[in-house]
């Protein structure tokens, strides 16, 4: 591929070196950029609509841990880089705060169930706050515009018939909120690891979710990418084929919930048929008018959630919806779990990664990069912090860091502080290089498309890797000595090519690649996707520039640790 855009690029640069010294801009990196779309269409998305991106709602059951960061993080990166694409996004995210689990955790600790959710909200919050996640809204579900929403939402699946009164008995788990049959119990525990508890004998409304079983199987063979990856895709399969039963949607036993509208015998919904409704009620739902926040973003571009959440996303919701009438979301993706050093996340080993303490050792950038590219998005990850040390001074200060600090220092010492007021003719390795950056808006949006956002790091990670190369081997500290017009030239084509680069790495890193476009010169009203298309966009020859500022310091550990190892 690199080959053809190359021969290219050759082409239609020939003999236009005088050309380019006045526009250095190369002409193929326009029509590349002009003709491609940053988010290339799928199967699910058109790559022009309007956008709904949701993390799950988060329980507040305890504070926030490294699960929940990692899941607002990808949303984060998949929101931003829609926007700078020109896309309308609205990014949901918020707290789940209803629940049996709630209201027991509340009373342990002394406190009424609402102000502890308050606490506890704010802590997500805050969290979303110190990770630089972008979302539009923070919905909570004690909000009484969500609490209607969800009654109405009620009142429309009885008024189709998909709800009907009865009782129910069987295995529960309050910490998974979720019900089990017998032949799920892992241990006489649920799958997830949960404890479970026999709910005797008590009225119950129920969902009929077994007239759904079939028309779920088949929307999935339908829509092939409704669910992802394909691993948890046929899980889900799986599980339908296997026989759905009526889903008990309300419990007696305690009060912490949305009351079933008319009941008057203690009745509260089911939390997840509330948790789920967040999707809708924060776009104004029932408000379905044209115009509404409903009518422009729903069905949901994408839901994003953690594997142990999948079944209520990708079997309840779908079935709600369709009872209720109302357009599935286009995509489900399901990610993977953390481990720590090897081992389960769990409060006995003592080994729970607090994200605030990650962002306050490392940096929240790194943090950021860190949590992407480790791990393929959809799979399961390892953290440990000598990997994380790794990463950070290999990919980050090493390479585009210091590739930074190098291209930016040489100019400033050797070009009057300002970009090269005329550079030469274009090698082939000059156009090789601006090849591959033109074609980088493209590769990175076809990986975000699929949610394969390693793959994005990955390609990121390339280019930078690939100026690197090329910096090394044109050696313009060199250059300045024997050829003063041939620095200038491989120090301006590094100056676009790192353009490229820091404008398209602010979905994951937006403040460092905002600081490597403040010392390129890059004004704020040209630093989306589109720019990068424009010649007047383009590094402007003569623009003075600032010293240089290291952007990605290498991270030194500390002696303390250093010394706890040994």
């Known amino acids: 591929m690199r080959l053809i855009f190359t021969t290219m690029l050759a082409t239609l640069l020939k003999g236009t070196s005088q050309a380019f010294s006045q526009l250095p801009r190369s002409r193929i990196a326009r029509s590349l950029s002009s ?88 802590s997500f919050r805050e969290l979303l706050g110190l990770m630089e996640i972008s979302n539009d809204r923070f919905i909570r579900t004690t909000e009484n515009d969500h609490k209607e929403a969800v009654r109405h939402f009620w009142n429309v699946l009885v008024d189709n018939g998909a709800i009907y009164l009865g009782s129910y008995e069987g295995w529960y788990s309050v910490r998974d909120e979720c019900y089990y049959n017998e032949s799920e119990l892992v241990d006489g525990k649920a799958p997830t690891g949960a404890e479970v508890v026999w709910l005797k004998k008590e009225d119950s409304y129920f969902f009929k979710l077994s007239e759904y079983q079939d028309k779920l199987l088949q929307y999935y063979k339908d829509n092939p990418d409704f669910i992802a990856p394909e691993s948890r895709r046929n899980e889900v399969i799986s599980f339908v084929e296997g026989g759905l039963k009526d889903l008990s949607i309300s419990r007696t036993t305690f009060d912490w919930g949305v009351e079933v509208p008319g009941e008057e015998k203690g009745h509260v919904m089911y939390v997840w048929i509330d948790a789920l409704t967040n999707y809708i009620s924060a776009l104004g739902y029932p408000n379905m008018e044209e115009g509404s926040p409903f009518s422009k973003f729903w069905p949901a571009g994408l839901h994003v959630v953690g594997k142990d959440i999948l079944r209520f996303h990708a079997v309840y919701w779908p079935a709600f919806l369709m009872a209720a009438d109302l357009p599935l979301p286009k995509r489900i993706f399901a990610h993977g779990w953390w481990t720590k050093d090897g081992e389960k996340i769990s409060k006995s080993l ?217």
Request: proline fraction near 5%; hydrophobic fraction near 35%.
């Open 35 to 122: 003709s491609l779309s940053a988010t290339p269409a799928t199967s699910f998305d058109d790559g022009t609509s309007p956008f709904q991106i949701t993390t799950p709602i988060y329980y507040v059951n305890d504070k926030p841990h490294i699960g929940h960061a990692y899941t607002s993080l990808a949303c984060d990166v998949v929101a931003r880089y829609m926007r700078l694409s020109g896309r309308d996004v609205f990014f949901l995210s918020g707290t789940d705060e209803h629940g049996q689990k709630v209201q027991q955790t509340a009373e342990s600790r002394g406190m009424d169930p609402q102000s502890f959710c308050d606490e506890v909200s704010t």
């Open 350 to 566: 003592g080994n729970v990664i607090d994200p605030v303490e990650l962002v306050d050792t490392y940096g929240v950038d790194s943090t950021r990069f860190f949590l992407m590219s480790e791990v393929t998005f959809g799979s399961d990850g390892d953290f440990s912090d000598e990997k994380m040390i790794y990463k950070i001074n290999a990919n980050l200060s090493n390479e585009l860091g210091n590739l930074n600090q190098r291209i930016m220092t040489l100019v400033f010492k050797n070009c009057d502080g300002a970009v090269p007021t005329e550079i030469g003719p274009l090698t082939e390795d000059d156009k090789q290089l601006l090849a591959t950056a033109a074609t980088l808006s493209q590769r990175t949006g076809e990986a975000i498309s699929k949610q394969a956002i390693h793959k994005y790091v990955e390609h990121m990670v390339s280019m930078v890797w690939d100026a690197n190369k090329y910096i090394d081997v044109q050696a313009p500290w060199v250059l300045k000595k024997t050829d003063q017009e041939r620095m200038k030239t491989v120090l301006y084509v590094l100056m676009e090519v790192m353009r490229h680069v820091a404008v398209l790495y602010q979905p994951l890193m937006p403040t460092s690649s905002n600081m490597i476009l403040n010392q390129l010169g890059i004004p704020e009203d040209e630093r989306e996707f589109e720019h990068l298309a424009k010649d007047e966009c383009k590094i402007s020859l003569g623009k003075e520039i600032s010293k240089p500022k290291a952007v990605f310091p290498r991270f030194e550990v500390p002696v303390a640790s250093e010394t706890a190892k040994a």
